[in-house]
Each structure stands twice: as structure tokens, then as C-alpha cells.
């Protein structure tokens, strides 16, 4: 693999955006930002683009016809290759809530499929396995299965863990569950992310979950005990809770812009976590799909839980690319450009505890990019040094 400089007009840096210059790529990893071209080597003229580190998904279920519920590695890569082609080079492949075999079977097919990838593989990496659920409440289950909640198990979560050979990196409950806060704690211990999501905890309740150990709230608003003058609920403690991170859903139905604005404010745009919540359907033609084995219909750039009698019901989940969110983000001003790109990658990796491999341009990691034109719509992306086509 060749050494080559990528030239562009603003690279998001772990420091600083720097404008303008040069940013060496030595088989297949990154070397130095300078201002003047490296002599000696061929040069990559992005002029007119915004270079970022590559888009880590951290919520995400799976993506063109394939999920993390097909229980094979063939839809693990499908997915991923497709999410490359998208802007994502990184994600965690997201479980729903079902039986406690089918989860051991969907965690032994993640790592199935990353472990048996060969260097030339092209797709976005598998940073950890994300458990949403099965330790929810049905007061707020949303598009899980409500036959499979179950109260919170550290010995369930080991036996999901050995299955995965140690690729999970973060597990969701509703912290007013039986043993929520010793499961926080035992998985802390582990250095394992716990969010809480899908709850109809009090602010009481999700506080002592988060001083028991939980760091994230998944897709804030969304499944969760609302903000209330008398009771600040899941959201308000997500909103006021220190070093926390809060997951948003940015495609603008889920959450509409002034809510996410209002939550970005009170958290701070570095502990904000751009997420797509993306189902299997994402990137195919609005029809009707299965998710989390339950019939769901695309309609209009949006997932619908199907009703019994054929009508549609809630929201399901969304089919947002996270490219398509960071733009979302700098459409509606509510943040800058370079905040919006660190929310979908840094802020993204850090809050999972994958930041020491992804989410940063640093000298020596693998050199994976997304690349966005002036107006913030996706240029290109690149996987090791390699364009994705």
C-alpha cells in the first residue's frame, strides 16, 4: 500500500480544526498533518472538503436488508460494507430485545464476522457489540419484543459476553428494574458501558442507576420517563447528570430540531452522542420489513411498528445514515460543522470506551476518514487508507 497526502481545505483534528494543508496516509495509517505538501508523494486533492476521522455508529441495528437478528456474519459484513459506502466506518452492531439463546446466537455471529474479515475486507469496522436490551420495562418498549424483558442479569450477561469473546462493549436497562444498580456496578467493574433506556424511571431512580455506575442514556427523549417541573425523569437526568453521555437520534422525527437544541445545550455538545438507531431496512425502498421480529413498515424515510389489523403504529427506529445526521446538525444550526463531525465520531467513540481506536486522527491508528463536501453533504470515505467506492 502506497504513502500518499490528502490535501482539503479543514481537517478535524484531535487539537484543533486545522485549515487547510496536508495529511499523510503510510500504508494504510495515519501519519502527520503539515502545512506544506510532503515531498515525494502523490497528493489527494479534496480542495473544497472537510476531512474528519471516520463516523462511529454506536446505536445501530444493522443496515440494507441485514441485522444483527439475521444471526450470520455474512449480514454483519453486508451491513458493514454498505455503511462504509456511507460515511460509517465503525459501528456497534446493536441487539434487540429477544430470548436469551437468540442473543448468545447473535453475539457468537458478530464475532464470527469479526474475526474471520481478511485485510482487503472493505467495510466499516466492528468496534463492540451494543446489548439494547432484553432488560427493559414495557411501560416504554417501544419496537422490543415485550415477550423477552426479563430483569437485569450479570450471569446472563456473561454468558452473552463469552459468546462474543469479549466484543461487548455496552449494555441498555431501565434502571427502575430489580438489580439495575448492582448490574451498573458489577459492569463498571468490568469496564463496560451500562445506558439507560427504554425506563419509566423516576429522576430518583435513574440518578441512583447513574451513581451505581451508568454513563449513557440511550436515544434521549425517546422510550423514556419524560422531563416533568415535579419529576425530571430519565430525560432530566440525562439532561443534568456530570460525565455522562446522552444518545440523540438526529433525523429530525424521532427528536425535532429546538428538542435536540435543548438538550445539546444543557449537555454540552461533547457529551451528546449522534446515533442513528438505523434498522436492517435502512438504505432499501419504503415496504414492509421485519425488525427485532416485528413487522414494521418504511414509509416516507421513517419505520412504523404494524399493527395487528394492518394499520401502522409507533415509530419503529429510523433508516438515517450518520452522515446524513452530522449534516442535519449543521442544517439546523445547532451546532458548527467540526462540533457536529466530533459528536458522530470522538464524543461517539468515548462514550462506548472505544475511543483508544477510534474516533481520532492520530499518527499510527488505521487511517479511516469521512470526508464531507462545503455544504456538508458526504464526499467520499476511506477504510485503511482506501477509498470506498
Known amino acids: 500500500m502506497r504513502t500518499f497526502a490528502i490535501k482539503a481545505d479543514r481537517f478535524v483534528l484531535p487539537g484543533a480544526t486545522m485549515q487547510g494543508g496536508y495529511l499523510a496516509v503510510e500504508d494504510g495509517k495515519f501519519g502527520t498533518w503539515s502545512a506544506e505538501a510532503p515531498e515525494g508523494v502523490e497528493v489527494r486533492d479534496l480542495t473544497g472538503c472537510v476531512v474528519g476521522p471516520g463516523l462511529v455508529d454506536?446505536?445501530?441495528?444493522?443496515?440494507?436488508?441485514?441485522?444483527?437478528?439475521?444471526?450470520?456474519a455474512e449480514s454483519i459484513n453486508a451491513s458493514s460494507a454498505e455503511l462504509a459506502r456511507r460515511g460509517t466506518t465503525a459501528w456497534l452492531p446493536t441487539t434487540f430485545t429477544e430470548s436469551v439463546d437468540q442473543l448468545v446466537d447473535s453475539c457468537a455471529a458478530i464475532a464470527a464476522a469479526d474475526e474471520g474479515r481478511g485485510e482487503d475486507f472493505l467495510g466499516a469496522r466492528i468496534a463492540g457489540i451494543y446489548l439494547e436490551g432484553p432488560f427493559f420495562t414495557g411501560a416504554h418498549v417501544g419496537a422490543q419484543n415485550p415477550a423477552y424483558l426479563i430483569d437485569p442479569s450479570v450471569e446472563l450477561f456473561d454468558r452473552w459476553q463469552e459468546a462474543a469473546d469479549g466484543r461487548i462493549v455496552k449494555s441498555a436497562l431501565a434502571a427502575e428494574r430489580y438489580g439495575a444498580c448492582a448490574y451498573c456496578a458489577a459492569l463498571a467493574a468490568?469496564?463496560?458501558?451500562?445506558?439507560?433506556?427504554?425506563?419509566?424511571?423516576?429522576?430518583?431512580?435513574?440518578?441512583?442507576?447513574?451513581?451505581?455506575?451508568?454513563?449513557?442514556?440511550?436515544?434521549?427523549?425517546?422510550?423514556?420517563?419524560?422531563?416533568?417541573?415535579?419529576?425530571?425523569?430519565?430525560?432530566?437526568?440525562?439532561?443534568?447528570?456530570?460525565?455522562?453521555?446522552?444518545?440523540?437520534?438526529?433525523?429530525?422525527?424521532?427528536?425535532?430540531?429546538?428538542?435536540?437544541?435543548?438538550?445539546?445545550?444543557?449537555?454540552?455538545?461533547?457529551?451528546?452522542?449522534?446515533?442513528?438507531?438505523?434498522?436492517?431496512?435502512?438504505?432499501?425502498?419504503?415496504?414492509?420489513?421485519?425488525?427485532?421480529?416485528?413487522?414494521?413498515?418504511?414509509?416516507?424515510?421513517?419505520?412504523?411498528?404494524?399493527?395487528?389489523?394492518g394499520t401502522t403504529g409507533s415509530i419503529a427506529g429510523s433508516v438515517l445514515t450518520l452522515a446524513q445526521g452530522v449534516k442535519n446538525m449543521v442544517d439546523w444550526q445547532i451546532v458548527t460543522a467540526e462540533q457536529a463531525i466530533r459528536m458522530a465520531s470522538e464524543v461517539a467513540a468515548r462514550s462506548a470506551r472505544v475511543d483508544d481506536r477510534f474516533g481520532k486522527i492520530l499518527p499510527g491508528r488505521d487511517a479511516d476518514l469521512t470526508v464531507f463536501n462545503a455544504d456538508m453533504t458526504l464526499a467520499t470515505t476511506f477504510v485503511g487508507g482506501v477509498e470506498v467506492q
Open 190 to 309: 468490568r469496564g463496560v458501558v451500562t445506558a439507560i433506556g427504554h425506563s419509566d424511571a423516576h429522576y430518583d431512580e435513574a440518578l441512583a442507576a447513574v451513581n451505581a455506575g451508568a454513563t449513557c442514556f440511550v436515544h434521549t427523549y425517546n422510550g423514556q420517563r419524560g422531563l416533568h417541573h415535579r419529576d425530571p425523569g430519565v430525560t432530566g437526568t440525562a439532561m443534568t447528570t456530570n460525565g455522562t453521555y446522552a444518545e440523540v437520534i438526529c433525523d429530525g422525527r424521532h427528536v425535532v430540531p429546538a428538542a435536540i437544541k435543548a438538550l445539546v445545550d444543557a449537555k454540552g455538545w461533547d457529551h451528546t452522542v449522534l446515533i442513528t438507531d438505523c434498522l436492517g431496512c435502512g438504505g432499501l425502498p419504503d415496504g414492509d420489513y421485519m425488525s427485532g421480529g416485528l413487522p414494521v413498515v418504511l414509509r416516507d424515510g421513517l419505520c412504523y411498528l404494524r399493527n395487528e389489523d
Open 58 to 72: 454506536t446505536h445501530i441495528h444493522g443496515f440494507f436488508g441485514h441485522a444483527t437478528t439475521d444471526r450470520t
